[in-house]
């Protein structure tokens, strides 16, 4: 973790802003490039706000305000970030499931990870598609969560 300058006060949480230039095919950004800045919980290491904007309106923030679009996830804010790998056997009906819909929720992937869904774990389900991970009919699949800190 790197050091901070600044000692938050009460309510308030440690984080990083990081600012950067993208390249697009989105044809809300006219010349194929814009500025992103985020916001990085420090605890969680989550995203907390993802701001986009044209790089003209990112000039005129700078010294005023501009239009922007951006996703904001409160609800990581402030939680310890967890993971684990676990070993889950793939069903036949999962194998069965054609390339396109892979990504999709479909009842046979609910199945398959619903008693591993518990507590507050979320699988990372493209993993069982992923041949880095997989032996045979099992994959190493990595939950995730995010809990509250105790004091």
């Given at each position: 973790m790197r050091e901070h300058t600044l000692a938050p006060k009460k309510h308030q949480l440690r984080g990083y802003v990081r600012i950067g230039k993208f390249s697009t095919n989105d044809d809300r950004y006219p010349t194929g490039q814009g500025f992103s800045i985020i916001i990085i919980d420090e605890l969680s290491g989550a995203h907390i706000c993802d701001v986009t904007m044209t790089i003209e309106a990112f000039g005129t923030a700078i010294n005023s305000q501009a239009d922007c679009v951006f996703e904001l996830r409160p609800q990581f804010a402030g939680k310890r970030h967890e993971h684990k790998t676990e070993v889950v056997t793939i069903?036949?009906?999962?194998?069965?499931?054609?390339?396109?819909?892979?990504?999709?929720?479909?009842?046979?992937?609910?199945?398959?990870?619903?008693?591993?869904?518990?507590d507050g774990w979320k699988a990372r389900r493209e993993d069982i598609w992923n041949n880095h991970r997989r032996k045979g009919n099992t994959a190493e699949v990595t939950f995730d969560r995010y809990v509250e800190v105790q004091p």
């Open positions: 069903s036949s009906a999962v194998e069965k499931i054609g390339y396109g819909k892979r990504r999709d929720a479909h009842p046979a992937i609910d199945k398959l990870f619903a008693a591993y869904e518990i």
